[in-house]
Structures are given as C-alpha cells and as structure tokens.
C-alpha cells in the first residue's frame, strides 16, 4: 500500500460571520473530498504543539516525522536546497534582500525596489567574492531576495541579522549570539560579506541601469536567518519509503529534499494562485507508480488566507477539489489530507488553531463524520492528534510498523 | 480581546444513581452557561495527566501555564502568598497546626480542640522566637492552622513533617529527606522551632484561659509540608498580561500572587457557601476594564463534593450560572468556564476524571455541541487538551502567541 500526503498550506480558518459562522473550508463545495471522506477516519491536528503557531517550516518538519526542535534552526537551509544547492551536514546558511544603501551603509530601499530582473547576474558577480578560509555560494531566489551558503570549519548558526528593519538606519553588525569562538567568527565572515557584496555591486552594470532608470540600485546584501543544516536520516532510512514531492513553492521543495524525498517538477506547478493544480494531481497518480510515498503540496489557500480573502480562499479550495476527483477512484493508497497550520482570513497571518485531517482507504476505520472541515474533523474517530503522530500512524495502518517488544 | 477564565473548584463529577447516572452539572439547570456554550469551544481536560489526581495548587498552577512538576513543591507557600506575607525566591514555608502536647510531647489533639480564636495573638507570640542564622515569620490562618516561613541562607524543603498522624504519638522529629547539609540544617531549625514553640506558648494567657475553660490549649505547634518559593516569571512578563485574581480562598489568592497576578479584594467574596456570587462576577466584569485577564474563583462546587452532598452541588452550579448572567452579554472578551479538578460526591475528594472546559468568543471555533456538562464537553471541539495547553490556546485565540519559525 502507497501513501498519498496532500498538505493543503493555511487551510485552517477560523468561523468567519459573513458565512454564517462557517470557515471557508465548511462553505465551499467539495464532493470530491466528501467523496474521499466517506471512506476516512477524520480528527484534528496540532503540527507542532496545541497553542503553537508554527511557520510552514517547523510544521511541516513535524507532519514528516522530523522533531523541529531538533532539526529546525531557520528557513535558509529548505529554502538553498528548494534552489537546487547542494548542501553537506555543517553548511550554514542565510537568506538575504538585496538592498539599497548610501556610501556610509545607511539603508534607503531594504528591498531596493522590490528588484525581479537581472538578480542572477548580481549573485554571478557575488560569487566572485573570495574570503580567505570559507567557501561561499550566493543564489538568487524570488524578487529581492537570495540564499548565501557559508561552508567551513567552526561556523555557527548563532549569529544576528543585519537588516536593521527600517530605512535611514546603518546596516547591523553581525554579532555572535552564543559566546563560542564559531559564532564569533561567522559574525566577522557575514559582516566583511556585507561590505565585500558593496565592493562588488555598487557599480555592477545592472545597477548602473537601474540608477538610470530611476530605480534604487541593489548595491548590498543584508544576510539574516542564519541556519545549520543537520544530520539527518531520510525517508528511505528512516521508514524504508522511497518517497517523492510535488509542490511549487521553493520552500516545499527543499524540506521535501532535506528528508531525502525526490523533488519532481511538474510544468504548470507554481505556488502561486496560477498553479496547474489537475497537472500536479496527475503527477501525482504517475509518481504513486513508483514512488511508495508522495508528498503533496498546495500553497494556495494559504495565500488567500493571508490576503485575507476567504472567498478566493473558498474558490482555491473548490479548485484543489476539483483536482482530486480521480484520486476517489484510487484504491490500494492510503490518501491523506490537511495542512500544516490555520492561515485564518480574519488575521492574515497563521495561528495555532488545530488543523482539520483525514486518512481515508480501505484499511482505515472510517468513521461516521460525513463530509471534511474543521468542525466535523473534530468530531472524527482520529480525536485530535500531534504532527509528530501522523507518521507512526500511517506507517502502521500501511503494515510497516515495527513492533515494540514481545 | 481579553481573556476571563473562571475555575469552578472540583466542579467535575462522576455519574450519580439517584440522578439517573447525570452529573451534578448535567443535572442542574443552567441557562446561562448553556447561552455561553452557544459561542463556545468544548472539550475535557487533564489539568495534570491523564489519570493524576490533582491538589489545587498544581491543578491551578498547569492551569496557568507553570509547569507543577517545576513549580509545585507544597502547598504552603501558596497559602503564606494569600495570607499576604510577602516572601522572597528561596524562602521555605511550612504549614502548621496548632496542637495540645503534653509535657513529655505526646500528642493529645492535633488540632488543639480546633482551636479559631486568638491564633493571631498566639502567632504575635511565636515571632518572638529567634533562632540564630534563620528569620522566622509565624502566621494564623484558619482555624488551627497557619505558616511558617523561614528565611535564611542554605535551606531546603527537603524535610519530613512532625504531625504524628494520630494523638498518644509523640511529636515526630523532622528528618532530612535528602542527604544535603541544607537539609539537615532545617530539620535541625524545624526541631528547635517545635520545642521553643512549646517554651513560648504552654504558659500564654490565651492558653491558660483555654484551660480554665476546659478547652485544650494550643501549646505547640507542628511543622508540616515543607516548600519553597521557586524563581517563577510572572503573567506580565511571560504572556504580556496584565492580570487579576478574584478568589475567596486564601490559597487561589496566593496561586494568583505567585504568578503576579493581582488580587482583589471583593466583600463578601469567601472560599465558604455564604459567598456572594454576584458581587464576584461584577467585580470580574469591572477587572475586565482595566485587567487584560481576570481569574476568577468558586470554591463551593469542592465543598459539595467533598461534603458528598450532589443536591447541594446542584444548588451551587445554579447559583454560580445565576451570576453569571452578565457575562452572556459580553462581547470583546474570550470567556473560559472550567474547573481544577474533578470532587465526586460519591467519593468524597479530588478525582482525575477529566474536567469539562468550554472557550467561548466571537473568534472560536465554536461547535454544534448544545449545552455544557461532562459528557456533552467530552463530544467538544476541544476534544482532550491538558492543563498546560490551555495557556497557549487562548494566547493563540486572543492573538498573542509568537509564531513559531518561518
């Protein structure tokens, strides 16, 4: 038996008094996953801890079996891999914006202008930096903004941020957050990287272009989010499961990666509202030939959620159904469905509030809730269950539990 | 959004024959918390563990969000705390009776004929008492009973309890429970207080009248429950909350001190049956005002049951949904009906049965379960939390919680 994981990014809300006290979920009309629902056991899930707010990073740590206490230190290390960097165990790695600074470091665009064009050539020219004992690797990412991965001896993820947060302030010194002598010596590499990435950008032709045009040059980096990536043991050592992902978002991707899932790029598969969501379903199907588990991911409700708009969230919802009605006709996977934490309408950001989930197939005992949202979920023969249960869980409904004791 | 939280003392129950197996709760008629439950979130919950039967002080404390496993080392600095002595990290704090000894220190009435008048004039005398290297404060409390605390350099709570348990004994020598000098050294100081205890007190005025009256006279006291005031970062510091307490009970007073809320002072309020509910509840509704959480304290539903009287407990739910007829009309504010722990009449004390819990507010996932008791809660939206989830729960609803990663 395979194992389908839908994750539905931000699908939670909260009851909404224009739908009569209904979340989006309740409101919009979803007969596949009603479908899918009759033959599930339903319930609630906190991904990290009841009470925690969790960025989509930690949860979905958690949902795969991963500790985030243990294995979550930042974003940067998912986001590098979800950019297709090769990573070793040690790497340190930040996010950074390109920004706009003057010639006493002080920060006139922390964006420098939101800039989308030609950052690729900008970190081509950042990767001619060379800084005696570290290798350094910078990629740009979306927009403003880019990874630096920071590989060496004695470095440390213990380092502060140096955007200062508003403009007309002077970028922030690095500094170590632990007393150790590797903190203290990545502050010094990210701070002489600041400095080196002006040497380098501030009259790079693209920003001469942009000063002609009128728009704020890119003319720094400001690292921030400093993470370490961690041993870890893969979906293939660990559970034995040859495992895949589909999901548009870079960050998706790279914490598919960081367990050892293989990352399959679907055309069409963005994790924007324009995502091709029937292409990633089909995918899917193909990927559930031969991959034992797949992963998959849609950002979008999320995204309503945090515009705050539950009808384009009830619409995104209604899509993501559509897009599943072949997976009602599957038998012999076990299919299921949540999210990694609440994006709730009403404060357009995550909350805790538990997420509705489902596992649905033959060998489940489905329960008597008909239909899928928070409420009835939370009524459901699952009860309420944490993040760092659903794999046990799964793999023992599969039959590839292992047994404690005799 | 602020947050009232109301602990209905040992209000869960067991099933009762002569009630057709309801609960007190299920059996009484309350329209007002049905109202509430209308907007409400229900679930049971373990304030310790499952299966722990709580006292409560950790009931209370886990409530809070304090872990008692880290915070709960006895009841008596919690009492002193209410008594409104004011202590310092690293005080130890006994509870005392006063008792009737003979002159060869065997036990005649643990109780010294429960004694209730003069105690203070009795505690003036103790703290006469100087023992080098310690302070000593002596303090009545109800009836028999007050505090000691001891204050000084290498204490420890670690240390036996000099009640014998029945009269005909004599008075137990207090003996470390562990092998550390601290110990041995407030044994030491807990000895010389019961022997000087007796110097002080067998020839007082109070005692001899006692005497000529018949009565036993309160000639010793005897050290028991040893505690200590552990570091603690109160609700302001931790949760960014500006609190208040309106309880009868000395102890509920002094959980609420320990955790910096403030407490006031409601006439008429008292830990008894004689308490005046309403007065209470508007108190409650005017700390609303000014406080951003208002914990508030009813004590009788405990007293029922640990009076095995189930009419009784009846009346007092009925009283309680009486005055709380206010609170339907609240909006703005996230209100929390709960208990500390489960006191079945039919066994006369703390159970571990799980307590029913309802959230109620504009912004909660409200349920389709009508009605409030232990058995519609357990269908809840909540399903089973613990106590300590509940802190973090209700930061997340009232959107305080910090955000976990990215």
Redesign the interface.
């Known amino acids: 038996m395979r194992i389908l994981l839908i994750v539905c990014d931000g699908l939670g809300d909260?009851?909404i008094?224009e739908l009569n006290?209904k979340?989006p979920l309740a409101a919009a009309e979803k007969p596949n996953l009603e479908k899918l629902s009759s033959v599930g056991v339903k319930g609630?899930m906190d991904t990290?801890?009841?009470?925690?707010?969790?960025?989509?990073?930690?949860a979905h740590l958690a949902i795969f079996g991963y500790d985030?206490g243990k294995y979550?230190t930042?974003?940067g290390v998912f986001e590098a891999l979800g950019l297709g960097l090769e990573l070793k165990e040690g790497d340190v790695v930040f996010r950074f914006n390109f920004a706009t600074v003057d010639d006493r470091m002080v920060v006139i665009d922390r964006r420098a202008g939101r800039i989308s064009e030609h950052t690729g050539e900008l970190a081509k020219a950042l990767n001619d930096i060379s800084i005696p004992g570290v290798e350094l690797v910078f990629k740009e990412a979306v927009e403003h903004r880019g990874v630096i991965v920071m590989r060496g001896e004695g470095l440390s993820w213990k380092v502060s941020d140096t955007d200062p947060g508003k403009t007309g302030l002077r970028v922030k010194k690095c500094e170590q957050l632990d007393p150790s002598p590797e903190a203290l010596k990545t502050a010094n590499l990210v701070n002489k990287i600041v400095e080196e990435s002006y040497r380098v950008l501030k009259d790079h032709w693209v920003n001469r272009d942009r000063v002609k045009q009128g728009l704020p040059p890119a003319n720094v980096v400001l690292p921030r989010?400093a993470s370490i990536l961690t041993k870890v043991e893969g979906f293939k050592e660990r559970y034995k499961l040859k495992a895949s992902c589909i999901a548009g978002g870079t960050l998706y991707k790279g914490l598919a990666k960081f367990v050892g899932m293989e990352v399959l790029n679907v055309p069409g598969a963005t994790g924007t509202y324009e995502t091709n969501y029937k292409a990633k379903v089909e995918a899917s199907l193909k990927a559930l030939r031969c991959f034992d588990f797949v992963f998959l991911h849609f950002k979008q409700a999320d995204l309503a959620g945090e515009d705050g708009d539950y009808r384009r969230k009830i619409k995104v919802i209604q899509q993501i159904d559509e897009a599943l009605k072949p997976l009602t006709f599957l038998d012999d996977t076990l299919i299921v469905v949540t999210a990694d934490h609440s994006t709730p309408c009403?404060?357009k950001?995550?909350?805790?509030?538990p997420v509705p989930i489902m596992i649905c197939g033959e060998e489940v005992r489905r329960d008597d809730v008909e239909g899928f949202d928070?409420?009835k979920a939370?009524?459901g023969g699952l009860?309420?269950i944490r993040g760092l249960d659903l794999m046990p869980i799964l793999l023992d409904i599969v039959n590839l539990a292992e047994k404690y004791g005799a």
């Open positions: 909260r009851p008094k006290y979340t609630i990290v801890a009841p009470g925690v707010r969790p960025g989509s990073a930690p985030p979550y930042g974003r989010g009403s404060i950001t995550h909350s805790a509030d928070e409420f939370a009524r009860n309420r």
